[in-house]
């Protein structure tokens, strides 16, 4: 299995610009999480979905961000228009058994965005 | 506010020694608690967990130690080798409510074992 794959793996962009993640969770997964690293914050949940289904976007810092899973194999995260505080890392997981009972999340290698 | 806290953003240990990483947290209905692993331009990885009906749990090298009333855990790495020098993340969860099991991280303690 390739694992999750995320693009691109870095994004260099200006501000007010569109900048859209996206990623392929591993096969038969149908949780997917999106989380943002920063030195101040750590990891942070962003939002997740199961079954293409947003269940928890609570960390979705503005109304900027907007994320989308149109099929089991695809998700994006867009950010209109960026800011140089969204400047960080951002990563996809997936995992296939209930967040509240699966240990693992498999990661992908993430996305390192800055914005100018 | 961050519900997990990880207050060593480094720690450095010689090759051979015990690793100690610790990690508090301020929601007392945590009832899940996991270390996560990262190495440089890789995603994290899943390490070690246990549940809050426990107050260790081992697997090989490492170790998880829970003191509920302290609201604190610890990961202990012994012996430490050069290929544990990572980034070490602490989470938690609550297995059951509103929060459907999501995971609260701490920022990350960067391990570096050296020769």
């Known amino acids: 299995d390739a694992g999750v794959i995320q693009s691109p793996r870095h994004e260099v962009t200006e501000m007010g610009q569109e900048v859209t993640l996206r990623c392929k969770p591993i096969?038969?997964?149908?949780?997917l999480f999106w989380y943002r690293q920063t030195m101040m914050r750590g990891l942070e949940l962003l939002i997740y979905f199961n079954n293409n289904v947003p269940i928890d976007d609570s960390g979705m810092p503005e109304d900027r961000f907007s994320a989308k899973m149109p099929n089991a194999s695809f998700s994006t995260l867009k950010i209109q228009p960026s800011e140089p505080r969204d400047s960080a890392v951002y990563f996809c997981?997936?995992?296939?058994?209930?967040?509240?009972?699966?240990?693992?999340?498999?990661f992908g290698p993430g996305t390192r965005l800055t914005v100018l | 506010d961050q519900q997990v806290k990880q207050n060593s953003p480094s720690l450095s240990v010689q090759e051979g020694r015990i690793s100690i990483l610790n990690c508090d947290y301020t929601n007392s209905m945590f009832d899940y608690f996991l270390w996560y692993k990262k190495y440089p331009a890789e995603g994290p990885t899943f390490l070690i967990s246990i549940s809050s009906i426990k107050d260790k749990n081992e697997d090989g090298r490492f170790t998880v130690f829970l003191n509920k009333s302290a609201k604190h855990l610890s990961l202990h790495i012994v012996p430490s080798q050069p290929g544990d020098s990572a980034v070490y993340f602490c989470?938690?969860?609550?297995?059951?409510?509103?929060?459907?099991?999501?995971?609260?991280f701490g920022r990350g303690t960067q391990l570096t074992v050296w020769p």
């Open positions: 997981a997936s995992t296939g058994r209930d967040p509240r009972d699966a240990n693992e999340q498999f």
């Open positions: 096969s038969g997964h149908d949780y």
């Open positions: 989470a938690a969860k609550l297995r059951r409510g509103s929060t459907l099991g999501r995971l609260y």
